[in-house]
Structure formats: structure tokens, C-alpha cells
């Protein structure tokens, strides 16, 4: 079973990702009945048959689409990924934190694609708390990336406060 | 200025130690240059033509004596010998060992200084006035909100990987802009409400590059509480819609373009409705707590008339004194006092650039005469702004002999120079030779002087570090076929009313340069009238006139 990076310790991953389809074809593909995450286009056009299988389903959302397309609706699923098409493309870090702060999304969210593990400490900051590589690397070691860095001068989704609130 | 407490303290020694494992696993081939590069620049490492360049943050121009001290230290076991004071106010070292690096970086930490974000598709330092807290025209002083913008932008979890670096300069001054506010990212200007309270006047989307660009208002009042989410309201739209399909349309500047000033100031201030109010707004305790690091230095109570008096009497007898006197110091608010420029564009030497000797000189001067303190500025120079003025004979002297009182200060040979194509692996063409020759060329003070107050900026490309665009004369190389050219641009100006230069015609052959500026000088002062600035002559008779001079058949 494959690994990633979850809350902090490596995990196996029972989860599969349904690749973007074809522009259009997001009504006909084929969900498989496991436990999935399907991209974004997927739940919108299948949201009425998928809705009764949310424990196995999950949705990601790809660097163009936002977080307010699924808007408060983000909460009622146990995860969310957000997927990076390279390490350089950093909208995934404010879709990440507007699930977090803006719709409140409480479950696993979990980067996909492309990043890299001096990244890990500021995607954890932005609400991410799994990291699923796309390009095998040595997760043991990259979890020290993580905590990188331990005190914070601006407010993240791992401490609300800016240390201008918590100097004393 | 600014202390580290032991939060400062923490999160940079964190960050020395985060970059020595990255190149560490970078020198062990367990990461690649691609993934390198962003981690790298990101600490203000460069590789250039010839070797890495090391650019260090100097936050909003300020340096203390120590700081020198340890720059010259990093100069002398580290480099060559000499560092380049940047037209962003920072500090670049040329020779710096990719190895030795994480150890440059622990030695900066020791006297609180880093490189973090000083390049990269991040927020940069934070830029201001070199006459921050001094000047006889400020409002208030930019510095404390410098600072703190420095410390929210710093690691920022959010905005470090945005679609293309990111400039913020702040300015205090009422009439004038030092600091260029209206061709950063953001420019922020500092404003006083009718009911006294402090707030900002927020543009974006300036910029110079390959596309120039004057920044748009989006706000006319930011009351200050709410200056970190109202920024992060602007970051977080450009980093969800800037382009990142095309580096050279992934400025902000871009984006507000095409969506139009007014559209893109409707998104930002829905994201700002969502933000505001949060625990990011700014306490009061915050505001004072800032300001307190940048309080008055212990002025002595002078009679200002009287020392004045005593200075003309010195500046009368002695003639360079006086000549120095004119162009390299400042008025001040304190009665009795004096700003002093220290020149680094003596000719022979690349603009800016300065060596290990002449910085313990610097902090040497700092701690004689000016509170151990010093600024750069975006011209290239150093500025002691905090000096006696019976005590500017005695520095005149010092600075005599160590090479900084060339009296050119805003003449035609104080110009703004990038590194060009003598380091620089973007540029075009090489900048410091023309620099040099026209410095070689235009060697007569009195002359100079006529002339009076003339911006002559250079930039090696059209990634215009050398502030070309907004020269009253703008040079700008090219390359044509593999051939070093240089096209002129006249009209530009900086400050409070920034204007782009124009560009005058085709392009010259380096060697062509000197004569050149020869023709236009001569214009000017063929057409100017009484004391009028080559400006406002330019503005006067329009491009023409130059033109012709310039490109007029030889008989």
C-alpha cells in the first residue's frame, strides 16, 4: 500500500485519486466504489448519486479551481486534497487556508502532485496535515521538514495569533 | 532601530539552520537545481556569471556600526574585498562560496541580519526613505510600519511561492517620495485623516521591468489597524489570479492592468470585508511598541542659527568644503544638525560599490558623528543622517581620505548603476563601463555643477534595476545580434510626480555614450532658462530638440 505524510508520521494511504477527466465528461466517469477522491468537476456533476457515500469520498481541487466553489459545503466531507502541477505554482497554499479558516473544513487535507519537503512547514501552517508525494522520497526524513520552523511572526491555521498578540 | 528579542532571535536561527540542511542535501545531490533554485533565492543566493551572488537585507535602508563591521568582515573573509550597495537598498556580495553560504547567514544572524526573501517569486524587503525619521517634509515616520510589515512578510506560509517577486515600499514624507512608491508592488503612503488619525494611501501595480508601469490607488485612506489584512487581501487575490504561464506578465502590474484598477480594488476589498477585524489587525501596544525602536537619538540643544553661522564661516574659507557642503548634506529637523551623503560614485569605481576598509571606515564615521547609525539609499550612497554641524568639517576630512566626499551628490555623476553584464548573467550589456566613461567624460566640478540636479540612471536590461525608466536621462542596454547597444530615454522622473522617461531614438554603440550625453547636456543648456533644471527644460522643449541634436547628420 502506498505512504504519505499524515498528522505528522508516516501513514499507508487507502485512498485513490480519480484523475480530471476530459473537459465534459465529468457526468459520465466511472466512480470506483472504494475510497476515493474525485476532482472537483466529478462532485458537481455526480453530486446527486455521490452524496450518499461520503465516508469513502473525497474531492480535490486543482490549482484553477477555488475554495469558494465548494464554499460551506466543505465541511460536510472527511477530506479534501489540493492538487500542486508543480512545487512552483503556490495557489494551493490560499485554497488550503480559505478551507480552513473561511468554510471551517475540520477533516483531513491532503496535498497532492508536485511539492516538495522544505515546503512541508509552511503548507502544515496554511492547513495541510497530509502530504501525499508524487515522486518517491524518503518520508521518514522529510518529516523533520515539518517543524522547520516552531515560532511564527503571522497568523496560520496552526496558531491563530501573530506573535504581536502573543509578545509579552 | 530595530532589537531582536528572543523570538527574532529564534525564528532566524531557525532559518540559518533550515538553509544549511538544504544545501547540505543540495551538495549531496539529494535535491535537484530545479528544487534548489526557488530554496536558494529565497535566501538571497544567486548564481551569476562568474560565481553566486549573496544579496543581504538591509530592512528599509538602516544599518548600525556593528552591522558594518560584520559586513566587512563577510567582504574580507568571505569575498574579494568589497561589497555593492543595491538600488533597493541591500547589500550584494560577488563572490561569495555556495558552501560557505549557511556560515555567512549564522554570521549576518549574530548581528541580526538575513537574507531571507532579498530575491525570489516572494515578498521582498521592505524599502523606504533614506531620510526616514529625519526629513524636514515628513509626516511620519515610515519605519516602525516598515518593520512591521518586515516581520508579517517574513516566512509568510502563504505568499512564498507567489507568481513572481513582490515590492513594497513605504513613505512618510508629505510632498516628496523617496522611495519610489509609485513603482512598487505596493506603495504605501503614509497619511494623516482631518481627525488626526495615521492610515495609508495604498497604490499597486507599479513597477519598472519590461513593462513600466505607475501604480494605481486602490485606497485613498488604510486606517493603519488595518494595514497587515488589507495586504494580505492584495497578496492572496494576486496570488490566486496573477499569470503564472508567462514570467513576464506575472507582475501584479499586470494583472491590475487587465483587470482594470477599479475591478481588481473591488476583489481585493471583498477579501479584505472576510479579513478585517481579525487578530491580524494591528494593536496599539504593536504600533507603539515598533515605534519605540525608532525614537530621536540624545540630540544636544544647539542654537541653530549660531552653528549655522560658524559653518558658512568655515565653508567660506575653503571652496571644496563649501562644494561639499552644497551637494552631500541635508537639512534636518533638529536645530544644529545635518544629514551627510556619503558619495560612492567616485570615478574609476563601479556605482555603489564599496570595500571591506572603507566599511569599518563607514562605522567608524557612524560612531564618531552620527549615533553609530547609518542608511543606504536606492541612489547607491550612504547616508549619516544624524551629524553635528560643527562637527561637518572634521567629517569632511575623514571622509575626504577615505574616498567619500566626492561633492556630486544628484549631479550627472551620482547615477544609479546596476552590476550589468560585468556580473549579471540577465543583462544585455554591460553598464559600469559606460558609467565610468561618462564619469571620465564630465570629471569637471564646475560644469557639474551648472548643471545642477540631473538623474542619470543605468540599467544593463530591460529588467531595469538601474531605475532607467524614471532617469531624467534613462540608459538602457540592449543587445542587438550579440552586440552591446544602449538606447537613451529622457523626461523620467522619480519621486512624488514619477514619470517614465521617453525613448529618444535608435540606439548607440557604447563608445558612442559619452558624446552623447555631450549633445544633450548641451541642449539643455543652450535652451534652459535662468536656474531651471534639466526637468523642467525637457518638459519645456519637449523631445525634439534633442533628438535632432542627437542624431543630426555629421557635415
Known sequence: MPSLIKDGAVASDDWCVLEKPEEGQAAAVAVPDQRVIVPLAVWQAQREPLQARRQTLGVWLGPEDSADQLGAEAGEFELLAVHFPTFMDGRGFSTARLLRERYAFNGELRAIGHFIRDQLCYMRRCGFNAFSFAEPIDLQAALASLDDFTEYYQAGTDQPLPLFRRRA | ?555
Not at chain 2, 472576510?274 to 515598533?290: F, N
Not at chain 2, 531651471?532 to 542627437?550: A, C, H, S
Request: hydrophobic share 40%; with cysteine; glycine share 8%.
Open chain 2, 1 to 555: 532601530m530595530y532589537v531582536y528579542d528572543d523570538f527574532d532571535r529564534q525564528i532566524i536561527q531557525q532559518r540559518v539552520a533550515q538553509f544549511r540542511g538544504q544545501t547540505q542535501r543540495y551538495l549531496a545531490g539529494e535535491l535537484t537545481d530545479q528544487e534548489f533554485l526557488p530554496l536558494r533565492l529565497q535566501n538571497g543566493l544567486y548564481i551569476q556569471r562568474l560565481a553566486p551572488m549573496l544579496r543581504v537585507n538591509v530592512p528599509y535602508g538602516m544599518l548600525n556600526s556593528t552591522q558594518l563591521r560584520k559586513l566587512a568582515h563577510i567582504a574580507r573573509f568571505y569575498d574579494k574585498g568589497y561589497c555593492h550597495v543595491s538600488t533597493r537598498q541591500n547589500i550584494q556580495f560577488n563572490w561569495p562560496e555556495l558552501a560557505e553560504v549557511p556560515n555567512i547567514l549564522a554570521e549576518l544572524a549574530e548581528v541580526e541580519m538575513h537574507a531571507t526573501q532579498s530575491s525570489g517569486n516572494c515578498i521582498r524587503n521592505i524599502t523606504s526613505d533614506q531620510f526616514a525619521g529625519i526629513a524636514e517634509d515628513e509626516l511620519v515616520d515610515p519605519r516602525p510600519y516598515c518593520e512591521i510589515i518586515r516581520q508579517w512578510s517574513s516566512f509568510h506560509p502563504e505568499f512564498a511561492f507567489l507568481p513572481r517577486k513582490f515590492k513594497i515600499a513605504v513613505t512618510g514624507a508629505e510632498d516628496s517620495d523617496r522611495a519610489a512608491t509609485q513603482v512598487h508592488d505596493i506603495g504605501l503612503q503614509l497619511r494623516r485623516s482631518e481627525t488626526g488619525e495615521i492610515g495609508f494611501k495604498v497604490l499597486v501595480g507599479g513597477g519598472l521591468g519590461r513593462t513600466p508601469v505607475i501604480g494605481s490607488a486602490i485606497r485613498e485612506f488604510l486606517p493603519q489597524a488595518h494595514l497587515l489584512s488589507y495586504l494580505e487581501a492584495i497578496l492572496r487575490i494576486y496570488n490566486q489570479l496573477g499569470r503564472r504561464d508567462n514570467k513576464y506578465k506575472a507582475r501584479i502590474k499586470i494583472l491590475v492592468r487587465a483587470m482594470g484598477a477599479e475591478a481588481f480594488a473591488e476583489k481585493v476589498e471583498a477579501e479584505w470585508q472576510q479579513l478585517k477585524g481579525g487578530h491580524s489587525t494591528l494593536t496599539d501596544e504593536e504600533i507603539e511598541r515598533a515605534r519605540h525602536f525608532f525614537t530621536l537619538p540624545d540630540y544636544e540643544h544647539l542654537d541653530g542659527a549660531r552653528t549655522e553661522a560658524e559653518l558658512q564661516a568655515q565653508a567660506a574659507g575653503s571652496k571644496a568644503f563649501s562644494r561639499w557642503l552644497q551637494r552631500n548634506t541635508r537639512g534636518h529637523r533638529q536645530p544644529g544638525y545635518a544629514a551627510v551623503v556619503l558619495s560612492l560614485k567616485p570615478t574609476g569605481v563601479a556605482p555603489g560599490d564599496v570595500t571591506e576598509v572603507q566599511l569599518d571606515n563607514i562605522a567608524e564615521l557612524a560612531d564618531t558623528y552620527s549615533f553609530g547609525e547609518v542608511r543606504t539609499t536606492h541612489e547607491q550612497n550612504i547616508v549619516l543622517a544624524d551629524v553635528k554641524k560643527s562637527a561637518l568639517f572634521a567629517l569632511w576630512q575623514q571622509a575626504k581620505a577615505a574616498g567619500f566626499a566626492t561633492p556630486n551628490i544628484g549631479t550627472l555623476t551620482d547615477m544609479i548603476c546596476c552590476p550589468g553584464g560585468d556580473f549579471c548573467s540577465l543583462a544585455n550589456a554591460k553598464s559600469i563601463p559606460v558609467a565610468e566613461a561618462i564619469q571620465r567624460r564630465f570629471d569637471d566640478m564646475d560644469y557639474l555643477y551648472d548643471l545642477g540636479d540631473i538623474d542619470l540612471n543605468i540599467s544593463g536590461c530591460m529588467n531595469a534595476c538601474g531605475h532607467h525608466h524614471v532617469g531624467h536621462i534613462g540608459i538602457l542596454g540592449v543587445d542587438k545580434k550579440g552586440e552591446e547597444f544602449y538606447q537613451v530615454q529622457l523626461g523620467g522622473n522619480a519621486g512624488a510626480n514619477t514619470t517614465l522617461g521617453r525613448v529618444l531614438g535608435p540606439s548607440f554603440g557604447r563608445e558612442e555614450m559619452p558624446a552623447v550625453i555631450q549633445k544633450l547636456l548641451d541642449v539643455y543648456v543652450e535652451n534652459r532658462s535662468d536656474d531651471e533644471p534639466f526637468v523642467d527644460t525637457y518638459q519645456r522643449i519637449g523631445l525634439e530638440p534633442f533628438k535632432e541634436r542627437v542624431y543630426a547628420k555629421s557635415h
